[in-house]
């Protein structure tokens, strides 16, 4: 029974008609086969619903293609092997199938180069086997050499001498080497040297060659020869060509051989040894020691995931805080006053502090805070991470507008990738205290020096840059350039302040001279001498200066037993009081000789450390100076071998 | 189908880098010579090292080894595997290499007995010409029978420096070897296993040893050797004989005329073959050790653990045991004495004494192998010990690899200890064999060859300075 007839008893609609599976009949139809005879009929049993009858595909293996052509032929073709050396003396024979008398070049070049050495050298024999050319083998060029240094005796002696290491061993020794290439396991195996010209030396020596022989017929180590061989080759290697012409792999040989060190490779065999030599349970223990180690490890790591997903949390202004606030306008206006205000100083701890007020933050001294360009940033850096506790400590604030961006950059790089210092550099990646918002130009970061600067400092920086060959503007600011500008550019400072604290020291010893002169004239003593200075003043407070008429010639008198080029400078210090009476700041007293060769950059950065040494002794001197004219005469006279030194650096750069 | 097209066409030189040169492959040793074709993977002839001298002259191979009047058994090797009676080596190696070998050579017409005719009748002068013509074909022919193939031959680790330069002599002046290369037995059963660097444990019939193979080259100080082989195994099985209760009598088969079965232990009820002539003991003992050597293959096990064997023995004696029936007939069933015998490779102690039996402590096969690694660079033992290769007939007792695993793991604890034994029967015995075998098939291998020029050139010395 077929679909046909039950659709027929059922009353439904014939297959043809029926809508709802077209698609399907239309898919079938084609994909039926035509088929024939019987099978068409059996197939047709099925109706509509065609039977699955798996059709059986009758495939032989296929019959053998056999080629009319006759077999191959084969024969016994000699050949030779280039890499004997021995000139194609040895013929062996091996099956090759015979090709075409037209071809057998092809065949030969294919095969391998046919070496034109030992055809020339059996000549013979290839006129008796009837013009069949012996063909080198494949496998010769799988033949490979080391190189082993070479020396001639002029060069060893020169080079290679050493007390316990005769010529013939060290031939011997590289004659191994080239034998068992460099295979130093192989080397030491075979390693047996016997002195031969021992028995030469007969009896009269013999006490003398038995005492030599033991050194010798000892066992030299591994080590031993290697060093050897590795020193044998380094100063062959450097004689040949010295170090500096060497190229990049070369060197590179050189400098690993040079560093063979056979003392630690020995300590490092010892340890082998000591390792391969502890029992299973020492094994074991080993290994779970390192386990141990490294769950120790994890957890310390978890821990300080932890923490620090802690403190950042606690970072977060909390939720709870009262926004009541910030509802009304004036709130809402205070609140961005507040924003404006962080924005425009950009110091993002620092504002904080006036908001704050009960925050150690505010403890740091203003002075820092106000200190010239260079040092500023890191008074800022050193506020950080104080108050970044007082926050953890103290309840924040509402008014506090400040973690926004805290915490945005606190959370992101948690989740980043830690970059590693190379792949920093490779992309450029640098980490800053903090940022302005939108981009900069570097140069403007260097404006940004001068404009904390007067006038009168300005130009004497600009001066001592020109002098350098710097533009005031950098050609090219790359990072790099740009803080090498920075420490140039400090450096220069530091030597402009430190002029003017010594023009100053000059004026105030200057008029300190003015008034003992007066004083002398005064009482009326007129010992000479250049102990003058050195006699304690205060004693002679009481007869404070009247008379001034014989200034000048006691001037001169003081003058002798201090520096020469005193007088030429006053002229000049007197200016420089002017100055320090102008900008009468609290400048540090960063004290610096002038860089000697007024090089750019390193010169400069290389005498910053002892600029920052000299600044105590220098603010002393000041504040000891400045209190209390009557100083001894000891620290008049550093000072004024300072002010020397300064003037004519001075001097220099109006040059 | 690719097959066909690979055969027909070059051979795959870039594949295994074979380059035939019908080069001959010559492996001596004490109780089997072996020989064969290189590039095939079986010898194709394998004798025994003992042949029998009847009469003034010698006879070769397993088949004339029989009972008759005036024979005698001789061995060409003394018992450290170094040839010593050179005129039996070169007459057994000729009957190996150039009989067994090579086909049957044509007389030569002028000597075959069918030309006689052509003579005019003076029967003696034609004879004494053909002869005398002939003699220099016949005696170039004799004098270069193996013209045309190199000769490999493989030698103990240990051979002296002057059996070496007889070997080349022999090679190069009675045959005519074109080329000629003497290997040690170790650095070829390495090469058979595949590898270029391995501890080489070869447990064969006359000696044990032990060698250290770093790149395809003997360690010449990791060399260790001791007796402990098969005849050793097989003077522990005659004295566990001779000292068990009752006394096991060693009939050879060849005595036995016939027998009856009997009950296991009861005494043998078999006839006895006599000889009219007397029977030397070069030849009894010689098939007695056939006995033996049944016995090896079918009784004897190593003791595989746990532990050594003596303090187990008790433990021993429940393992199942094995019925051997001897020629005459006579059987008893072996339990723990067939690990007895063999535990004296591994502990000293419990060797037999009879027969040389007891070996001092270094010589027993973890001695060998601790001893052989203290001689090399403790750079080298971790790979060493982690590539051992087994191989030598008396290594195939059940239970070898095993009991060798369990005292390497005891030794070196903290090492990876791998055991390279070859599973198949023939590959463990003619280890050397075949790797002589691929080594002088290795296209490679042709620039190292002596060839006769240099023989020529620098004399039988040649093969000091060249097969290092």
Known sequence: ?655 | MAQQTLSSAMPPTDIYGGDEVSALVLDPGYCQTRAGFAGEEMPKQVIPSFYGHIDGRDIFGDEVILPRANFEVRNYMNRDSVVEDWDGATKIWEHLLCKRLQPERPTPPSKNGLNIGDGDGDGDVSMEDASGGGAENSVGDLEKPLAENPVLMTEAPWNSAKAREKAIEICMESWGCPAFWLSRTPVLAAFAAGKATALVVDVGGANTSVTAIHDGTVLKRSIQRSPIGGLWLSNQIRSMWETSDPRVDLVPTFMVENKKPVEAGAPAEARLRNFPFPIAPSFRAFEEERVLTEFKESVVEVWRGPGRFQPNEDYAKSQPGRVFEMPDGSNQMWREQRYRVSEGMWDDTVAFDQHEGRVAKSQTIPGLIKAALDGVDVDLRPNLVGNIVVTGSTSLLNGFNDRLNQELTNMYPGLKIKIHAAGLTSERRFGAWIGGSILASLGTFHQMWISRKEYDENGAGIVEKRCK
Not at chain 1, 264 to 290: C, D, P
Not at chain 1, 621 to 631: D, F, I, T, V, Y
């Open chain 1, 1 to 655: 029974m077929t679909s046909h007839d039950l659709r027929d008893v059922l009353n439904l609609p014939s297959d043809h008609s029926s809508t709802p599976r077209p698609s399907k009949k239309q898919r079938t139809g084609p994909g039926r086969p035509n088929l024939k005879g019987l099978a068409r009929e059996v197939q047709n049993l099925g109706g509509d619903n065609p039977i699955a009858i798996v059709p059986e595909v009758a495939v032989f293996k296929k019959r053998r293609v056999i080629s009319r052509k006759p077999a191959a032929r084969w024969e016994l073709r000699p050949f030779t092997n280039s890499a004997r050396g021995d000139g194609g003396a040895l013929v062996l024979r091996h099956w090759r199938r015979k090709t075409d008398h037209d071809a057998p070049p092809d065949a030969m070049e294919e095969d391998g180069e046919p070496g034109p050495v030992e055809n020339a050298a059996d000549g013979e024999r290839q006129v008796e086997n009837s013009t069949i050319k012996t063909e080198d083998s494949t496998f010769a060029k799988f033949n490979v050499d080391i190189s082993i240094p070479q020396y001639n005796d002029d060069q060893y002696r020169a080079n290679l001498e050493r007390s316990d290491w005769s010529k013939e061993e060290t031939d011997y020794l590289l004659e191994l080497v080239q034998d068992y290439d460099l295979r130093w396991p192989i080397i030491w195996d075979r390693y047996d040297y016997s002195p031969q010209t021992f028995p030469v030396n007969g009896e009269a020596v013999n006490g003398d060659s038995t005492a030599v022989v033991p050194v010798k017929g000892e066992q030299r180590s591994m080590e031993a020869l290697k060093a050897r061989y590795y020193e044998v080759a380094t100063v062959m290697m450097s004689v040949q060509k010295p170090a500096q012409y060497m190229t990049g792999p070369e060197f590179q040989l050189y400098e690993t051989m040079m560093k063979f060190d056979p003392l630690q490779e020995e300590a490092r065999k010892e340890f082998a040894l000591n390792t391969m030599a502890r029992s299973k349970e020492e094994a074991r223990e080993e290994e779970s020691l390192l386990l141990e180690m490294k769950r120790i490890l994890a957890r310390t790591e978890r821990f300080k995931e932890e923490r620090r997903e802690l403190y950042q949390r606690l970072d977060y202004p909390s939720t709870d805080v009262d926004i009541n606030t910030y509802k009304t306008s004036t709130g809402l206006q205070s609140l961005l006053q507040n924003l404006m205000n962080v924005d425009k100083t950009k110091k993002r701890k620092s504002i904080m502090a006036p908001g704050e007020g009960v925050s150690p933050g505010t403890a740091v001294p203003p002075t820092a805070v106000s200190e010239a360009g260079p040092n500023r940033r890191e008074s800022i850096a050193a506020t950080g991470p104080s108050h970044r506790e007082s926050i953890s400590g103290t309840p924040v604030t509402p008014a506090e507008p400040t973690p926004k961006d805290t915490k945005k950059k606190g959370a992101a790089p948690a989740e980043r990738r830690k970059l590693s210092e190379q792949e920093e550099q490779v992309y450029g990646v640098t980490h800053h205290d903090r940022l302005g918002s939108g981009p900069t130009f570097r140069y403007e970061k260097i404006n940004k020096l001068y404009s904390h600067k007067s006038g009168q400092q300005q130009l004497r920086i600009t001066n001592a840059l020109g002098e350098l060959d710097i533009p005031a503007r950098l050609a090219m600011p790359t990072a790099a350039v740009t803080g090498q500008f920075e420490v140039l550019w400090s450096a220069v400072t530091a030597l402009v302040d430190l002029r003017k604290v010594s023009d100053r020291l000059d004026a105030d010893v200057k008029v300190e001279e003015h008034k003992k002169a007066e004083r002398d004239r005064a009482r009326g003593i007129t010992n000479g001498g250049g102990d003058a200075s050195s006699k304690d003043k205060s004693v002679r407070k009481d007869g404070a200066g009247l008379n001034g008429s014989a200034e000048k010639s006691d001037e001169r008198r003081t003058e002798s037993g201090m520096a020469e080029t005193k007088p030429e400078t006053r002229p000049r210090s007197q200016r420089s009081q002017h100055n320090d009476l102008q900008n009468g700041d609290g400048g540090i007293a960063a004290a610096e000789p002038k860089p000697g060769s007024g090089g750019p950059g390193e010169g400069a950065n290389v005498d910053g450390a002892p600029a920052e040494v000299k600044e105590g002794p220098g603010a002393g001197e000041r504040e000891k100076l400045g209190p209390r004219p009557s100083s001894s005469g000891a620290h008049k006279r550093s000072a004024s071998v300072l002010s020397t030194i300064s003037d004519k650096s001075a001097k220099r750069q109006k040059k």
